[in-house]
Nanobody, 121 residues
């Protein structure tokens, strides 16, 4: 089975930076897409950024120019570099990874446990 472990969240002042990490482990054949979602209090979960296996990336408009998603395939780890943070970025951030397992050889979605990002003004 596959497990995702997130790290890197915390409290930061507006204008500061954080880097989130999402490490996948287990019986992995390959990783397709890796993405980050966030859910602020009282709001729906939204897609923040996604990176595909070939390196193509997607960002929601509100984070373009400030956030950068990347991946290290050798380490089965994804990252979200967050710069110029704003109070409206405050949310729980969830890693989401589509993984093809060694045994089943079909894609499944896996979710991290979530990490809190709080940006103060």
């Amino acid at each position: 089975q596959v497990q995702l472990v997130e790290s890197g969240g915390g409290l930061v002042q507006a204008g500061g930076s954080l880097r989130l990490s999402c490490a996948a482990s287990g019986s992995i054949f390959s990783i397709n897409t890796m993405g980050w979602y966030r859910q602020a209090a009282g709001k729906q979960r939204e897609l923040v950024a996604r990176i595909f296996s070939g390196g193509l990336t997607y960002y929601t408009d509100s984070v373009k120019g400030r956030f950068t998603i990347s991946r290290d395939n050798a380490k089965n780890t994804g990252y979200l570099q967050m710069n110029s943070l704003k109070p409206e970025d405050t949310a729980v951030y969830y890693c989401n990874v589509e993984i093809i397992g060694l045994r089943a050889r079909v894609p499944y979605d896996y979710w991290g446990q979530g990490t809190q990002v709080t940006v103060s003004s």
